[in-house]
């Protein structure tokens, strides 16, 4: 079974730049990557999924236009660049993979341990 490991959070200010790793203990397969985000009380919201040739992406409303999904099969890794963060930004962010491109958290398998992001003003 796959593992998944987040990496990359932190704690920034308005208007800055992260960028969070996803690294797989080995191949995806075919399997399309999606990252969502979770703040205290709330469901875990869809942010990003992309396909294993990265042909296919999709993006959540919340963040289309700032955030950007990549991945690097070379190097079993999928990478969400966050520009322009705002406060309702932060959250625990985690990847997951499923078979399918899905935007439901429920569709989702091998979950991450997640990697917290907060903005500050």
């Known amino acids: 079974q796959i593992q998944l490991v987040e990496s990359g959070g932190g704690l920034v200010q308005v208007g800055d730049s992260l960028r969070l790793s996803c690294i797989a203990s080995g191949p995806t397969g075919d399997h399309f990557v999606g990252w969502f985000r979770q703040s205290s009380g709330t469901g875990r919201e869809f942010v990003a999924t992309?396909?294993?040739?990265?042909?296919?992406?999709r993006y959540g409303d919340s963040v289309r236009g700032r955030f950007t999904i990549s991945r690097d099969n070379s190097r079993n890794t999928v990478f969400l660049q966050m520009n322009n963060l705002k406060i309702e930004d932060t959250a625990t962010y985690y990847c997951?993979?499923?078979?399918?491109?899905?935007?439901?958290?429920?569709?989702?398998?091998?979950w991450g341990q997640g990697t917290q992001v907060t903005v500050s003003s």
């Open positions: 992309i396909s294993w040739g990265g042909s296919q992406r």
């Open positions: 997951a993979t499923s078979p399918n491109l899905q935007k439901d958290a429920a569709r989702y398998y091998n």
